[in-house]
């Protein structure tokens, strides 16, 4: 059976990485970062998503999903003071940067634009 | 109890997830993982808590959060690189053989890092002790007429005489059991984990005191000093110093002097509190008077550094002579001291009266060599199947060669491999003993911690591990893969020859040698086990409560009305007090002296049970000779004795009923043998039955109530009693025990080499299994073409299936005839512990052997199987 090997370069690679697309999973924690207000950590984050969107959010996901979004420029982030319920640990409180808020308005706009040629969605609105 | 801030993460965890993180991500990460473990301490629980924590740091385990190592360039790196990268696929490639390898292999391991904790854990008792190395214990071998004794206790004041004789005992202390039922306000608790002490104690051992003075809490009279656990048990929060605990029967009351760490479990002895030797004293035991027959204390010495102890056993016969001298030959007793090593007392002493149930060095050997046999199982495993696929390979090597690799890189490639091999097995292997761990821990009857698999030095037995079983499996493919020369493989599009089939059977052979002798080993030990268990011992064990309330005065006081009282309730037959029970190990062993034939008496030690009128018909024991004690004869109390036939035997008299109106006397007490009973057995089945003793005695010296029940009775019944007993007696709780549940228990160590020793065999086997079924897939594949030719030159498919499956049997019929002598060998040595033993039963062992080959054929079968369904025509086509 033949095998074919697709060898990426570094090029290509970073690219695909870092674009400005949005997961559904990064959108919905940019919002949430966004809804928080400056109160915005790893767990905070985690709870509300487990709260408003009612599904299960692992804290490893959620930490890796935050450092992906600073890598992109769409956060923030400063060290925070340390609290007694942390085991005396600090955390790394995030917030929305203006690219951060442009990019949730152009997926705003993207659906919109969907949105708008499907009668059935169009007519709710 | 613990509160809530105390409980902290597994550290185990916390040190791992340190050990992976990048340096800027472990202060948040942690801070993450623990507040979620907070909350969830909150709502859902300690374990859930604990558990989520430690998925936390493994699910953080990713490459974004791992630290990198710095960067080195250089080809040889690359190489490892593609090294990986090909095994990888390798591994995908063939799913079947990556399954059965790794998870096989990780059995293997698991079972080895878990017999691992125990080992290790069995031989680190008492070494904890920062002068472990000179400390002894005194044991006192002790002659009377015609019996020999040895035990782990010593004279009360040998210890101090040895101080004053010789320079070089440089100190000593001594421990002995102390019975009580101590108060604090409205708690009332039985303690039977105590013991007495002097001061000394706290020099010897290193149980540190956590308040109060260790040199000082012990020096007084009625002086204690409680665990952490006790003194949490008695006091809850409040501070324990100085607090007052009253003993039931002692006017005055006991003071806590210190609260000392809980005794660690890798310790011979075990106790919750500590109460002062003076207290002893002034109770009024002659402590240190020459009182040279009244054995009860634990006696350990200090030696200088280095100094060893067996110049010090040739003066002792002197020391002997000159301080017990004249009191050994009037009592007709003599004594022989001996010097334990404080660090083997748990694993090679099993004298009488030992402070704890000691392990067993035996156990200790016989579960090491499992571990090491179920591992090299996997690793057989492992090394066969890359011997057999080693074929398939042989392009991928041709090519390597020709493009210029050399020998010694090709072998690393191949180590490389299993190493990898290895490495993850391990990495699943840690998480079957986490999940396996529990269950172990029930099964051996105690508390190992995973923890101890990563702590000190045991953090390097692992990598060594991976690298040992990664190199032992991937050698031999390496050398024969290496030297394949590529014209030939390239030549013919493929190398035909079979590599190493004669070691790939002489392993297989090894393999089923081990796995049968473990499977005889297990059918042994459970013949042997269900026999003892159903032994008829002589007594009725059925049905009876055993309720062993210590003795007291109150009751002692009561008891005719607990007897009226209890046997009010129809479901209860009869009640009896005694000193001892069958079940127990509490039969007193006393100086005895008995009429010989001639009219003398002659004196002999003798274990002897006091008891009460309803002793015999309470436990239904036979009468050859006689009658039983009479309640309506008053003098049965001072003057009767009822002994069982090996004392007749023992006093040379041809039959029991010679025995009665013969001149008898024990424990102060002399008179007439009224009847004989039949043997029964009182101590467990490892030892012959003794001579046995039985008299009356007053109701203080009563520690134990049995209580015969109807056939019907239940639960309801035993709370009807508890309600009557509450009534009469409210100082000592209502705890009672089956009596059979007692007996099996006096079993429990060789009831877990059974279980430890069913559920390694089946591992075993199993790993077993699971190797000879790859091997057959491999070969039935190999074969194909070969097969094909048969079925179309008109072979019949159970011929050739029976071909296939045959070269299999052989093996394990070969297998059979090397392991039965191997088994037999081991198994005679296990029994010979044994007074009650099984015969030898080839049955067992030829039962052992069709398991083993009856698996072989199953596996093998499914191949075989598959085989007669073949295509000729699909496999030849290509022709």
């Known amino acids: 059976m033949p095998q074919y090997y697709v060898y990426k370069t570094e090029d290509n ?13 990064e959108e919905l924690v940019l919002l949430v970062v966004a809804a928080l207000q400056g109160n915005a950590y790893a767990v905070s984050v985690k709870d509300e998503i487990e709260e408003k969107a009612n599904r299960k959010a692992n804290i490893s996901a959620v930490h890796s999903t935050l450092y992906r979004l600073e890598d992109k420029g769409l956060l923030d982030s400063e060290i925070g003071g340390a609290t007694n319920t942390r085991g005396g640990k600090s955390k790394r409180l995030f917030k929305i940067t203006a690219s951060g808020i442009k990019a949730l308005q152009n997926a705003e706009e993207l659906r919109a634009t969907f949105r708008n040629v499907i009668p059935q969605l169009s007519g709710l609105k | 109890m613990n509160s809530r801030n105390e409980i902290s993460p597994p550290k185990w965890a916390a040190k791992f997830l340190r050990l992976y993180c990048k340096k800027e991500f472990i202060e948040e990460i942690e801070g993450d993982i623990h507040e979620i473990f907070e909350v969830n301490l909150e709502d859902k629980g300690v374990a859930y808590a604990k558990r989520k924590f430690t998925w936390d740091v493994f699910r953080f385990l990713r490459w974004s959060n791992i630290k990198r190592l710095k960067k080195v360039q250089s080809n040889s790196f690359d190489m490892f690189k593609n090294y990986i990268k090909i095994a990888f696929r390798g591994l995908k490639r063939s799913k079947l053989y990556s399954v059965i390898n790794i998870s096989g292999l990780a059995v293997g391991m698991a079972v080895f890092m878990l017999i691992f ?43 101090d005489r040895m101080v004053s004789d010789f320079p070089e005992v440089l100190n000593r202390t001594r421990l002995a059991r102390f019975d009580g039922t101590l108060s604090y306000g409205d708690k009332v608790f039985a303690e039977k984990d105590a013991m007495y002490s002097d001061p000394e104690f706290f020099e010897f051992f290193d149980i540190p005191m956590l308040s109060g003075d260790a040199a000082t809490a012990l020096s007084e009279p009625f002086s204690l000093v409680l665990t952490e656990k006790a003194a949490n048990k008695y006091f809850g929060s409040e501070n324990a110093l100085g607090k007052l605990i ?106 009488d009266v030992e402070a704890k149930e000691n392990g067993d060095i035996q156990s200790v050997k016989i579960f090491s060599i499992i571990a090491v046999f179920i591992l090299v199982i996997a690793c057989v495993n492992f090394m066969n199947l890359s011997i057999s696929r080693s074929t398939r390979r042989a392009k991928e090597i041709g090519l390597r060669k020709v493009v210029g690799a050399v020998k010694r890189q090709l072998i690393t490639q191949f180590l490389t491999e299993s190493v990898l091999i290895s490495f993850l097995s391990f990495v699943l292997a840690f998480f079957l003993v986490l999940w396996a761990l529990p269950s172990f821990n029930t099964l051996i009857g105690q508390d190992l911690m995973v923890e101890n698999l990563i702590q000190g030095t045991f953090i390097a037995v692992w990598p060594a591990l991976i690298l040992f079983i ?145 002793f015999a018909r309470t436990y239904g024991l036979e009468f050859l000779a ?37 001149t008898f006397a024990q424990f102060g007490k002399k008179g007439k043998i009224i009847g004989v009973i039949k043997d029964f057995n009182y101590m467990t089945l490892h030892s012959a039955i003794e001579p046995l003793v039985i008299q009356l005695t007053d109701p203080q010296y009563l520690g134990v109530m049995s209580i015969k029940l109807e056939a019907g009775a239940d639960l309801a019944t035993i709370e009807s009693l508890e309600e009557i007993w509450e009534g009469v007696i409210t100082a000592i709780p209502f705890e009672v025990t089956f009596l059979d549940q007692a007996l099996d228990n006096r079993y429990a160590a060789e009831m877990r080499t059974k279980r430890l020793f069913s559920s390694f065999s089946s591992l075993a086997i199993f790993i077993a299994a699971l190797g000879l079924f790859a091997l057959s897939t491999l070969s039935a594949e190999q074969q194909k073409r070969s097969i094909s030719i048969r079925k179309v030159l008109g072979a019949p498919g159970q011929e050739i299936a029976l071909k296939f499956s045959m070269a299999f049997l052989r093996l394990s019929v070969l297998a059979l005839m090397i392991s039965i002598p191997i088994a037999y060998l081991a198994s ?27 698996i072989t054929l199953l596996t093998v079968s499914f191949q075989s199987f598959k085989i007669t369904r073949i295509n000729p025509a699909q496999n030849l086509r290509s022709e």
């Open chain 2, 828 to 854: 005679e040595s296990w029994l010979s512990n044994f007074n009650y033993r099984i015969d030898f039963d080839p049955v067992l062992f030829i039962l052992g052997g069709l398991i083993t080959a009856t």
């Open chain 2, 626 to 662: 006689g009658r039983d004690f009479n309640r309506s004869l008053v003098t049965d109390m001072d003057d009767a004795f009822v002994v069982n036939e090996s004392t007749t035997i023992k006093m040379g008299l041809q039959s029991p009923e010679e025995a009665i109106g013969k």
């Open chain 1, 13 to 25: 690679e970073s690219k695909t990485m870092k674009g400005n697309h949005l997961g559904e999973f």
């Open chain 2, 246 to 351: 009253k003993v039931d029967g002692i006017e005055q009351p006991f003071s806590v002097r210190g609260v000392m760490a809980n005794v660690p479990q890798n310790t011979h002895f075990d106790f919750n509190m500590l109460v002062s030797m003076e207290t002893r004293k002034s109770q009024g035991f002659m402590s240190d008077t020459g009182q040279w027959f009244f054995l009860d204390y634990y006696t350990y010495l200090l030696f200088p550094v280095g100094y060893n102890p067996s110049e010090l056993q040739s003066k002792m016969p002197d020391f002997v002579e000159r301080n017990i001298g004249d009191a050994q030959r009037s009592a007709n007793q003599t004594y022989e001291f001996e010097f334990q090593k404080l660090t083997d007392i748990h694993l090679k002493s099993h004298l």
């Open chain 2, 117 to 159: 904790l125990y080992v290790t854990n069995e031989l680190s008792y008492d070494k904890y002790h920062s002068k472990s190395g000179q400390i002894h214990r005194i044991a006192s071998h002790l002659t009377v007429p015609g019996s020999y004794f040895e035990f782990a206790i010593a004279p009360p004041n040998l210890g």
């Open chain 2, 470 to 614: 990664g190199f032992l499996a991937g050698f031999y493919p390496a050398i024969v893969l290496s030297g394949f020369k590529p014209i030939n493989i390239l030549k013919s599009g493929g190398a035909s020859r079979q590599g190493g089939s004669l070691l790939k059977r002489v392993l297989v052979v090894f393999q089923l040698v081990i796995s049968t002798i473990l499977i005889i080993g297990t059918l042994v030990i459970n013949r042997q086990l269900t026999s003892l268990q159903n032994q008829n011992l002589g007594f009725e064990k059925e049905q009876m409560l055993i309720f062993n309330h210590g003795g007291d005065g109150s009751i002692a006081a009561n008891m005719e009305t607990i007897r009226s009282e209890f046997i009010r309730n129809p479901q209860v037959k009869s009640i009896s007090f005694t000193r001892s029970t069958p079940a127990g190990d509490n039969a007193g062993n006393w100086y005895t002296e008995y009429e010989v034939a001639d009219g003398e008496m002659q004196n002999a030690s003798m274990y002897g049970f006091l008891v009460d009128h309803e």
